[in-house]
């Protein structure tokens, strides 16, 4: 098979080793840890399981994220810590994004936060990501950044207390939708095996993480099912939300997280679309695909955003059925010009 543009830029991406990563994280005394705006599982989780093993090894942390701590993750033993930036810059030595594909990504008064670090250090598994830090540690190959910092960890033997073990868990158990995407692997299990081995309560941890949702997110799933519609012969189905009914019925932002997998659930469709229009005017697009040929992370890029080839997201100007209508042509595009899977 012929290497596409995007596996000869994952191949040529100079990466760290987990040595001289370790060598940078003993080296210096102060850190900000950051990871991107709208924050999921991931980014929080590996927030906290890279920051914790830090503040074990006697390290000055912050921890900040752009939009602060959603209430879905505030469950996470030590998540208090989390703070948005508070417009002060940082004194801190080293600046860490992790899980965030692009530098803007991490928001504007994070960046300021951070504009002190001499050192900028990106760990990520965003195929997308172009290396933006001075040590970059990029692996597409991982299915979330929470599994790249477990081996991290584990191999160069930095703390694994129970604050980074539980938030490497549900770092990963969130990216990889419990354990079931295609992107799971052996090293994955092992790793979720190893977590639990070292005392991490699975029922307890799944139960808060899954079975625990606000009332609102079934009335915005009852809307987005009044919005459904299925296309290009069943293969495309897509949902949206107007800011306005945000309003009406008080909903966060996390409200909305894995929704869009039980469109994508549906027999047939191929890839799935959700489209949110936000408070600041802007429209964000979730994108997921089924079928490896369709690569949703290419159509993102088209719109300036980026991610996997299986899940990836868009935030543009526009109007919500404006912006609707051009990613879908595009998405239907893509979808006519391969066979369905
Ligand atoms: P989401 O649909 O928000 O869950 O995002 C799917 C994947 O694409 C995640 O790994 C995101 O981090 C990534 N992603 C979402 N939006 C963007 C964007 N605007 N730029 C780059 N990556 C994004
Ligand atoms: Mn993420
Ligand atoms: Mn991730």
Redesign the pocket.
């Known amino acids: 098979m012929l290497a596409t543009i995007a596996d000869i830029q994952d191949f040529t991406m100079s990466n760290a080793t987990f040595s001289e990563i370790a060598e940078l994280l003993r080296q210096h005394d102060s850190f900000v840890v950051m990871s991107?705006v709208?924050p999921?599982g991931d980014a929080i989780g590996s927030q906290l399981a890279l920051g914790h093993a830090l503040e074990e090894m006697g390290k000055t942390v912050h921890y900040i994220n752009e939009d602060g701590l959603p209430d879905n993750l505030a469950f996470l033993p030590h998540s208090e810590r989390i703070v948005k930036p508070a417009g002060e810059v940082l004194d801190v030595d080293v600046a860490i994004a992790l899980?965030c594909?692009?530098k803007p990504?991490l928001g504007a008064n994070a960046l300021v936060a951070a504009e002190k670090a001499k050192l900028w250090l990106n760990i990520d598994h965003?195929k997308?990501n172009p290396g933006y830090g001075d040590v970059n540690l990029i692996d597409s190959s991982s299915p979330a950044t929470g599994q790249i910092l477990y081996h991290l960890i584990t191999s160069e033997g930095l703390p694994m207390s129970a604050v980074t073990r539980d938030a490497i868990y549900v770092a990963v158990s969130t990216d990889t939708g419990s354990f079931q995407y295609s992107g799971t692997t052996v090293a994955t299990y092992e790793m979720a095996a190893d977590l639990v081995r070292q005392g991490l309560d699975v029922g307890d941890i799944n139960a808060k993480t899954y079975d625990s949702h606000p009332y609102r997110r079934v009335e915005l799933l009852r809307r987005l099912l009044n919005s459904l519609e299925m296309s290009e012969g069943g293969r495309l189905a897509d949902w949206k939300l107007a800011y306005a009914v945000q309003e009406e019925l008080s909903l966060k932002p996390e409200d909305s997280e894995g929704l869009?997998d039980m469109i994508r659930a549906i027999e047939g469709v191929e890839v799935a679309a959700f489209f949110e229009e936000l408070q600041t005017g802007e429209i964000r697009v979730?994108?997921r695909s089924k079928n490896p040929a369709i690569d949703v992370c290419e159509v993102?890029k088209q719109f300036g955003?980026?991610?996997?080839t299986m899940?990836?997201?868009?935030?543009t100007e526009g109007s919500l059925d404006g912006v609707r209508g051009e990613v879908l042509k595009v998405l239907t595009a893509q979808i006519a010009a391969v066979a369905s899977v």
Request: overall charge positive; aromatic content about 0%; hydrophobic content about 30%.
């Open positions: 991107h709208r999921d899980d594909a692009t990504r965003h997308s869009i979730s994108m993102a955003g980026g991610g996997h899940a990836a997201g868009i935030r």
